[in-house]
């Protein structure tokens, strides 16, 4: 069946560090890929998304680029802040759907210190 | 522009009872997602609802259920609690095919 793997966590980096949180599928057909970032005591917040190969998703800083020969979706920024400190999980949906059954990873929790 | 809310945000029942979660969806959006989170782990995807009617659906017991109205609510049950039903619970919406938007979840504890 369809699923996401991510890297394992805690990613612990200083600020302004360069960020890789890595994110492979395995899916049929043509999912839609997403990250999403969970903040302490709250629920997830969409953070960016591509819908079809070689798309790049990019949203405060942070971006992904759907690459369907490696199946990857690597989430990258070039300098975290304190407050990025969260769990970012990856996310596919299963159709063209994007808010349709979403298969998610297990989240990867990243703490910047100052 | 209220985004996705759920209620209440915390919940203490005992095995064996019922329970009811409440979620409005984000204006506009006319489809509404359920998923169960464990701790630590990733969110796992119960059922979908649409046009009032359950469109798909996890892999998850029939002690789930659920409800769409049509002002485009919707409510979670779940009968019969378990221990390991004790998770953090998150309603989505979207529109139509559009991405998914969650609320903030209600933390359910069975004891």
């Known amino acids: 069946g369809n699923s996401v793997t991510q890297m394992e966590g805690p990613v612990t980096l200083s600020e302004e560090a360069f960020l890789t949180i890595n994110c492979t599928y395995t899916a049929t057909g043509y999912p839609s890929l997403f990250w999403y970032v969970q903040y302490p005591g709250e629920g997830l917040q969409l953070l960016l998304k591509?819908?079809?190969?070689?798309d790049k998703g990019s949203n405060k800083g942070f971006e992904a680029t759907y690459r369907k020969e490696t199946t990857s979706f690597h989430l990258e920024k070039g300098s975290v802040q304190v407050s990025d400190s969260a769990v970012y999980f990856c996310a596919l949906s299963e159709t063209y759907n994007q808010g349709g059954k979403l298969i998610f990873g297990q989240g990867t929790e990243l703490s910047v210190k100052p | 522009d209220a985004g996705v809310t759920q209620s209440p945000t915390h919940l203490i029942k005992t095995r064996g009872q019922q329970v009811t979660l409440r979620c409005s969806p984000k204006s506009g959006h006319d489809t509404v997602s359920w998923y169960q989170q464990a701790l630590g782990q990733g969110p796992q995807f119960i059922f979908q609802y649409y046009e009032e009617e359950e469109r798909q659906r996890g892999n998850f017991p029939d002690r789930f259920s659920g409800h769409q109205f049509p002002n485009y609510s919707s409510e979670l049950n779940v009968n019969a609690l378990l221990l390991g039903d004790s998770a953090l619970y998150l309603c989505a919406s979207s529109l139509r095919q559009g991405a998914a938007f969650f609320g903030q979840g209600t933390r359910l504890t069975v004891v």
């Open positions: 591509a819908t079809k190969a070689d």
